[in-house]
């Protein structure tokens, strides 16, 4: 019996002495390499979400510059419409001061007083005024016109930033 039991032992240590230590560790490996795959795949979808917001980024400065531009383009035509409108109002009052001092001119013409250079003088310098006063118009027009559709393009690239904020955010 004594026998058996030495027996017994030596063949349990022999086996655990020649028994690869890796087949005891068939867990941990696993685990390990399960472990492995869940950070790879971790980091994949970290660069993927770094590439989206590095592409909204992108976009969303694009779409910054875009705005300034056409900011800067309504200003411009603001400006240059209303001087336009104080040019129109200037012409218009200037048209009537000659209208006046035509119809004056036409009475001194009838009566001897002034002669009749000065009345075509006056009348050549009436239609001078009123044809700037209508090319003033047809500024004025067109630049309504144009500031209507920047303001229309600055409206749309707003909406389309406060897509993108709400989007990412």
């Known amino acids: ?9 030596v063949l349990i240590v022999c086996t655990l002495w020649f028994t690869p230590a890796n087949s ?28 989206r917001m590095s592409a909204t980024a992108y976009k969303g400065q694009v779409m910054l510059e875009r705005l300034k531009l056409h900011q800067e383009q309504v200003t411009r035509i603001q400006r240059e419409l ?10 218009r009052s200037q048209e009537q001061k000659v209208r ?9 013409v009838s009566t001897g007083v002034a002669s009749e250079k000065e009345r075509v003088s006056f009348k050549a310098e009436y239609r001078a005024i009123n044809q700037r006063r209508q090319q003033a118009m047809m500024r004025e027009s067109e630049l309504a016109t144009e500031l209507q559709t920047e303001r229309a393009k600055l409206n749309e690239i707003n909406d389309k930033l406060n897509v993108l904020l709400e989007r990412e955010l």
């Open 82 to 91: 209303r001087d336009t409108r104080d040019q129109l109002s200037d012409l």
């Open 1 to 9: 019996m004594k026998r058996l039991v030495v027996c017994l032992s």
């Open 24 to 51: 005891f560790a068939q867990t941990a490996p696993a685990t390990s390499e399960q472990s492995l795959q869940e950070l790879v795949k971790e980091v994949r979808q970290l660069r993927a979400a770094l590439q």
């Open 100 to 108: 006046e001092m035509l119809k004056g001119v036409d009475s001194d």
